[in-house]
């Protein structure tokens, strides 16, 4: 039997997730983004739902996303810095998408990025959250007896979103967004 007063817990290789609100930004980015998603030489319906993704650097060239770029690039630096990180240089890619009923995304992550993020500018009731999986292989491979859900025994976890919020993690963290049940879930997502 183990002595419960002799020994102690630490946690170790955590999977930082960043989250802020800022909904001043994104009252001023949505009407931005609502047009860009309305002109259709700019839309590429990669994965089935509509979107500006192009494997380039995405609407980040265009002026209207100068803002936007500037804010993105100070809190990537400010979180690196808080991780422990020395500073990197980074182009970002940004694109904007809207996901209508039963629009989703699958499992991926973010191949050649050093951070990855979304900022969330409409967010109906019924707006699909964003599922992280826990990054550490043997979960794929075995399976625990769990009795409860914690932290240590949680296979993913479900991030909930509302207007204004913006999320930043390391690039190579598993994540999807589950299939939609509203119209008009607009986003700006985003690799440096």
Same mark, same amino acid.
């Given at each position: 039997?183990?002595?419960?007063?002799?020994?102690?817990?630490? !946690?170790? $290789?955590?999977?930082?997730?960043?989250?802020?609100?800022?909904?001043?930004?994104?009252?001023?980015? *949505?009407?931005? @983004?609502?047009? #860009? *998603?309305? !002109? /259709?030489?700019?839309?590429?319906?990669?994965?089935?739902?509509?979107?500006?993704?192009?494997?380039?650097?995405?609407?980040? /060239?265009?002026?209207?996303?100068?803002? $936007?770029?500037?804010?993105?690039?100070?809190?990537? =630096?400010? $979180?690196?810095?808080?991780? &422990?990180? %020395?500073? #990197?240089?980074?182009?970002?890619? #940004?694109?904007?998408?809207?996901?209508?009923?039963?629009?989703?995304?699958?499992?991926?992550?973010?191949? &050649?990025?050093? *951070?990855?993020?979304?900022?969330?500018?409409?967010?109906?009731? %019924?707006?699909?959250? +964003?599922?992280?999986?826990?990054?550490?292989?043997?979960?794929?491979?075995?399976?625990?007896?769990?009795?409860? /859900?914690?932290?240590?025994? =949680?296979?993913? $976890? !479900?991030?909930?979103?509302?207007?204004?919020?913006? +999320?930043?993690? /390391?690039?190579?963290?598993?994540?999807?967004? +589950?299939?939609?049940? @509203?119209?008009? =879930? #607009?986003?700006?997502?985003?690799?440096?």
């Amino acid at each position: 039997m183990i002595n419960l007063h002799n020994y102690n817990i630490s !946690n170790h $290789f955590a999977t930082p997730l960043l989250h802020l609100n800022n909904q001043p930004l994104a009252k001023e980015m *949505l009407p931005i @983004c609502r047009n #860009i *998603l309305s !002109n /259709e030489s700019l839309v590429t319906n990669a994965w089935g739902y509509k979107n500006t993704y192009d494997p380039g650097t995405g609407i980040a /060239e265009l002026p209207e996303m100068d803002k $936007f770029k500037k804010y993105v690039g100070s809190v990537a =630096r400010e $979180f690196l810095q808080s991780l &422990g990180y %020395g500073k #990197i240089e980074f182009e970002p890619q #940004i694109f904007t998408s809207q996901m209508n009923q039963k629009d989703s995304h699958g499992r991926h992550a973010h191949a &050649g990025a050093v *951070l990855s993020g979304v900022f969330y500018l409409n967010m109906p009731e %019924g707006a699909s959250p +964003i599922q992280f999986y826990d990054p550490r292989p043997w979960r794929d491979t075995r399976v625990m007896p769990v009795s409860r /859900e914690t932290e240590y025994t =949680r296979s993913s $976890f !479900n991030f909930n979103p509302s207007f204004g919020d913006f +999320i930043m993690w /390391e690039s190579w963290l598993h994540h999807e967004v +589950i299939p939609n049940e @509203c119209d008009d =879930r #607009i986003t700006l997502v985003f690799n440096l």
